[in-house]
């Protein structure tokens, strides 16, 4: 056996393959795109030729992108400036329609009425005038191929597991995850070591609460001084509706019923509704993650609000196409790290640029992006021995830091968007919808962020859950199959899958785990079994006849949402890449 163990150590532990580049982007999302894309832009603007290495744990790019998505089109239009008409260029090379706002709707639901919010009380930053309906997963496509007609090497499927340092502590890299590791850890015979992807520059575009973003921001404190990040929970589903009932360009949100029912409620969260050509109806329910009560079921709260007479009437004689779900971060300012390390930066979500009061983060993740390929591109093309000519990074290269792209993110409109919103989503945590819609109004209309105090928060979306002794479990209805659908039915509907023979790549931190049976199930109630929206955890009877449930973990059925490593009492899941390529398989998201 210890010669088994010794033979199975050195196969894991083997050499990997390495290849060089000068910038590598690890993911294939809006900022990671954009990234490749403008440094590319300023490569043939100079005559530089420089490379550029692009992955994702996607298995095509897109697949793993979900957003509403109302698009405000500000920074893809500095991206590409000679373009006369990105959306109908988009639409034709794409098969997929940026359809634009039309009808802008904000309304306030209760159980049976729901009355329009005019615009004039309304913060300026939710018009939507000159905006597009799309699909970000398929304009995410789009923006690959642009990449690639520029020279950008695009690798899909390949999932960064670790990040590689020098000897002094700078980012050299990544690794990606090793292929063919049975459930028990042992290697199978198509067993494959992962690859180290080195570069003079690595750029994080992993989007919210990203596996190796995470870790810098651990490893080199980049949240000194700075607020805990705080998150919500995205829900969609897509559906076909007739012809007749279809209405092009219509955007709808709301705040209410069922998420709050009273006027003091502190649930920050609400729904979207847009209708995307030729007859595509988008829809969704974001919920924050730091509410109270362990027995809220976000996925059956999403159920319920389809019930409201103004829901269902937009949804009957039509078929829910697909389904899916993502955590966004909702922090905004005052969450932000700090953005660079030697040899690596932060882009996109990230870093949390989304604005949570506009409802929009793929502006400013692509606006990021751009930011960071001008910062690196300035940094390296000058430098001697590129790695496009020499097809290997120098031992002796020193990897700098990119402070000039922080600079340029604090003098950019990102800065101002998200300045101007800095504590409007704790005021709803702080004094509920009343206080928060009144605070926002103020904030937008009056003082645009120039308020003389600053509203913190201190403490992460786990630790503000609630003993399950101070709530009542919560009857959601059975759903009807036409209009609300069990989990497991609307799982398909993601067509998420992972390789069955392989180990769990949502592990329990070996430190806490006496946190699932012992204070997530006593104290908390077991929030995991309706916080997560694919499914993935549940707490049975033990085999052995012991009281005690025990927790299993259906990780085959994870649609990378990543909200268990952010809601677990004390945050006791390590979420972790599985083998590059598994996961949900979003086509129109």
Not at 473 to 502: C, K, M, V
Request: charged content about 20%; overall charge negative.
């Amino acid at each position: 056996m210890n010669s088994d163990n010794d033979k199975y150590d050195a196969i894991l532990s083997s050499p990997r393959e390495t290849m060089a580049f000068d910038v590598l982007i690890v993911g294939g999302g809006p900022a990671g795109l954009a990234a490749s894309i403008r440094f590319k832009q300023l490569c043939m603007e100079h005559n530089k030729d420089l490379s550029v290495c692009l992955i994702d744990k996607g298995s095509e790019i897109g697949t793993h992108i979900l957003s509403g998505n109302v698009f405000d089109p500000k920074a893809i239009k500095e991206l590409f400036p000679e373009m006369n008409d990105w959306a109908a260029e988009f639409a034709t090379e794409q098969s997929s329609n940026a359809t634009p706002v039309q009808k802008d709707e904000f309304l306030v639901m209760t159980e049976d009425e729901a009355y329009t919010i005019p615009h004039m009380f309304l913060p300026p930053q939710l018009n939507n005038e000159g905006n597009y309906i799309l699909s970000l997963s398929q304009l995410c496509r789009w923006l690959g191929s642009k990449a690639e007609e520029l020279g950008v090497e695009i690798y899909p499927g390949f999932a960064a597991s670790e990040v590689i340092y020098t000897n002094d502590g700078s980012v050299k890299g990544i690794a990606t995850r090793d292929v063919g590791i049975g459930k028990d850890g042992v290697p199978k015979a198509t067993f494959e070591r992962g690859m180290e992807l080195h570069a003079r520059q690595t750029l994080f575009a992993e989007g919210a609460r990203g596996s190796c973003s995470e870790e810098l921001i651990e490893k080199f404190n980049l949240r000194e001084a700075k607020n805990p990040q705080t998150y919500g929970l995205g829900i969609k589903e897509v559906w076909e509706i007739p012809e007749e009932n279809h209405q092009p360009g219509l955007v709808q949100h709301t705040l209410g019923w069922p998420l709050q029912t009273s006027l003091n409620d502190k649930i920050f969260g609400g729904s979207f509704l847009y209708h995307q050509e030729p007859n595509l109806v988008l829809l969704g329910l974001v919920i924050g993650l730091d509410y109270a009560n362990p027995f809220i079921n976000p996925y059956q709260e999403f159920q319920k609000w389809k019930t409201h007479p103004t829901i269902r009437k937009q949804l009957e004689g039509g078929t829910c196409i697909s389904y899916g779900a993502r955590v966004l971060n909702e922090g905004g300012y005052h969450s932000i790290p700090k953005l660079t390390v030697p040899g690596a930066s932060l882009l996109g979500c990230g870093a949390g640029f989304l604005n949570a009061v506009k409802i929009k983060g793929s502006h400013t993740a692509l606006k990021s992006g751009m930011l960071a390929a001008e910062a690196t591109f300035d940094a390296l093309k000058d430098k001697d021995y590129p790695v496009a000519e020499s097809g290997d990074l120098s031992e002796d290269e020193q990897l700098i830091q990119l402070t000039q792209y922080e600079d340029a993110v604090k003098k950019s409109w990102i800065n101002e968007e998200l300045y101007q919103v800095r504590n409007c989503h704790e005021a709803f945590s702080r004094w509920g919808i009343t206080g928060g819609l009144v605070y926002t109004g103020m904030a937008t209309h009056i003082t645009k962020g120039r308020e003389p105090w600053t509203l913190d928060h201190k403490e992460t979306d786990s630790a503000k859950t609630q003993p399950k002794q101070y709530f009542q479990p919560i009857s959601y209805p059975a759903p009807d199959g036409i209009i609300t659908f069990d989990l497991l039915t609307n799982l398909q509907r993601a067509g998420t899958y992972h390789e069955d023979d392989q180990p769990s790549h949502l592990r329990i931190k070996p430190d806490l785990a006496a946190i699932p049976s012992g204070t997530s199930l006593n104290v908390y109630g077991g929030p995991e079994q309706r916080f997560c929206p694919a499914g993935v955890y549940e707490y049975v009877d033990n085999e052995d006849g012991q009281d005690e449930k025990k927790l299993v973990i259906n990780a085959q059925n994870c649609i990378h949402c990543k909200c268990c490593s952010i809601k677990m009492p004390h945050e006791y899941i390590d979420w972790t890449v599985p083998e590059g390529g598994g996961g949900p398989q979003y086509q129109i998201m």
